[in-house]
């Protein structure tokens, strides 16, 4: 667990600067109860043709010791006994490494080799193979062949793959949307008879009373555990309490557009909360070496070690089995609870929090196949939710249990052929980002039951983190200024927190505005333009 190691949810544009000349090339025995995940014949246009053809699919190899073939296992031949016989077809698998995927999918494409059905979670770099020509158009086919598809994924999601008024993409669905929670030591409240923060000001003051009493009795107390990480740095939460609530929606789209777990030097209120983490390293309060913990190493140690009295991390940073730091610090402080809060109420009494986006990765068609029509029926197979229930789980009764009408794993998809090399097997069932069951309070009781030992905490922190959910604005068009600049720009603003953090309380007005100046000279001014004029753009201004 590691404080701001949510994953970035906001359009990923570093990868425009990418291949720009990438150019638009562009039989298995059944498993054992394979039958029992069968979806059955969709419509008469799913009536298999009498040409027999291969439909090729990326997947992940993400390395995996013990990890099977990944083009022949139990889950590779389910799919070609059930799909791949209802549409007389083959489907072979065209593994790409995970670590490698945007670098392999760019020589794949300009090669004219890409599968049939490609897949990345890089906006960038799909508007790139839009602009090059690259991908098929896919309005027409989704309305002949993905009845199914199209009512699953709806209008919400469907829209994170339309580029320029057409669809180019399909996106995959998340089903989970919390980002980050703020985690408070109760124990230590219950001890000092205090109450949950649930404003700024209740906060500081409860981490004021962490210092001065100490009720952990640790040497080196550490009320707030902070960590600035130069990969995304920013105040995680906190910015909300100060921001703005009646921001319009150009102001929101424009000035925000970036995950909140970053710095936002443009967006109304940020300076305040600046000051607000100056005063609390002021005073003793958070992490005294927050700028050199660059990996947050050292902040899941103090948490497991017992010192720490709140942090934000992963809404169910704690739960997770590896590191375990929930689990490290029961172990190490018998009695230690730790409980998800809200205290960055903000000026309408709300606790907003920047999630995830609803859409997962990008699935696209390179313009180059010959096999369109049968990637989108593919698509539509697996939108059944007999079949994405088989897909994430296996078979009932062998390789899970239902109960309460969600599914309990046995055990059997840990190794061998069923082995899944990633959670919910999302690298074949490639359309659900996350636990798919068609309801989403079933969704989150599976989720929950994902964390042994700790379900009820993670249902409640699941809750926590969607309480005033809201996600970053959707741009079809992604930001070549904020391409050119981002990573000078993310150094920029972690030596500019690292800076604000701990200079006197008295100088940080002038520093701020000083900073900020440079910041906006160095690249900051010409990335809000930009998101500026696309936003007008898309809104037809």
Same mark, same amino acid.
């Not at 980002?179 to 000001?201: A, H, M, Q, Y």
């Given at each position: ?11 990923? +544009? ?9 150019? *638009? ?13 069968? /979806? ?58 995970? $670590? ?9 494409? /300009? ?42 994924? !709806? ?12 669809? =180019? ?32 000001? @209740?906060? =500081? ?57 970053? $710095? ?8 305040? *909360? ?37 942090? @934000?991390?992963?809404?169910?940073? &704690? ?7 929930? /689990? ?5 402080? &018998? ?12 000026? /309408? ?27 989108? @029926? ?32 046995? !055990? ?89 953090? +701990? *200079?006197? &309380? ?12 440079? =910041? ?22």
């Amino acid at each position: 667990m590691k404080a701001k190691a949510v994953r970035p949810i906001c359009i990923s +544009v570093a990868a425009l600067t990418i291949a720009s000349s990438i150019l *638009a090339g562009c039989q298995s025995n059944s498993p054992s109860g394979a039958q029992d995940g069968k /979806a059955s014949t969709q419509d008469s246009k799913a009536s298999a043709p009498k040409e027999h053809r291969t439909l090729t699919v990326e997947v992940f190899d993400r390395g995996k010791p013990g990890q099977p073939d990944l083009n022949n296992n139990f889950w590779t031949k389910y799919i070609n006994d059930n799909f791949g016989k209802q549409f007389n077809a083959t489907v072979k698998f065209v593994s790409v490494p995970r $670590a490698q995927e945007v670098d392999k999918l760019n020589v794949l494409m /300009a090669a004219g080799e890409a599968p049939d059905i490609s897949y990345t979670y890089n906006q960038g770099v799909v508007y790139n193979y839009v602009q090059q020509g690259g991908l098929a158009e896919l309005d027409s086919v989704l309305k002949q062949y993905g009845p199914t598809l199209t009512k699953y994924l !709806g209008d919400d999601v469907l829209k994170y793959g339309k580029f320029n008024g057409k669809q =180019y993409s399909v996106p995959g669905k998340r089903t989970v949307l919390a980002g980050s929670n703020t985690f408070i030591r109760k124990d230590w409240l219950d001890k000092l008879g205090l109450p949950v923060p649930t404003t700024s000001e @209740q906060f =500081y003051n409860t981490m004021v009373a962490f210092k001065e009493k100490n009720p952990g009795n640790v040497t080196g107390v550490i009320p707030y555990g902070y960590s600035l990480q130069p990969q995304n740095p920013g105040l995680g939460y906190v910015p909300e309490a100060f921001k703005p609530s009646n921001l319009t929606e150009e102001q929101f789209a424009t000035l925000q557009p970036q995950a909140i777990w970053q $710095a936002n030097w443009s967006m109304p209120g940020f300076d305040k *909360a600046v000051q607000y983490m100056n005063k609390m390293y002021n005073a003793g309060l958070i992490s005294p070496n927050f700028a050199t913990d660059k990996d947050g190493k050292l902040l899941d140690a103090d948490i497991s070690n017992g010192k720490v009295g709140a942090f @934000q991390t992963n809404w169910d940073g &704690p739960y997770r089995t590896a590191p375990g730091t929930y /689990a490290n610090l029961a172990k190490n402080v &018998p009695g230690a609870e730790l409980i998800p809060i809200d205290p960055w109420q903000n000026d /309408a009494s709300k606790h907003p929090k920047n999630g995830y986006s609803p859409n997962g990765m990008y699935i696209i068609i390179p313009k180059s196949s010959k096999n369109v029509d049968l990637a989108i @029926q593919y698509l539509n197979w697996m939108a059944d939710p007999k079949v994405t229930l088989f897909l994430q789980n296996g078979q009932e009764g062998v390789d899970y249990n239902m109960v309460n009408g969600v599914p309990k794993q046995t !055990g059997t998809t840990n190794t061998g052929e069923k082995m899944m090399t990633v959670a919910n097997n999302l690298d074949y069932d490639i359309l659900s980002n996350g636990i798919e069951l068609g309801d989403q309070q079933k969704n989150n009781a599976a989720i929950s039951a994902g964390y042994p030992g700790y379900e009820k905490e993670a249902e409640n922190a699941l809750k926590v983190g969607m309480t005033d959910y809201y996600t970053t604005y959707f741009y079809s068009i992604p930001n070549a200024a904020d391409a050119k600049n981002n990573a000078e720009l993310r150094n920029l603003s972690a030596q500019m927190l690292a800076k604000l953090i +701990v *200079a006197k &309380p008295a100088e940080v007005d002038s520093l701020y505005k000083t900073l900020v100046q440079q =910041y906006m000279t160095q690249g900051g001014q010409a990335v809000q333009d930009e998101y500026v004029k696309n936003y007008k753009a898309q809104n037809g201004k």
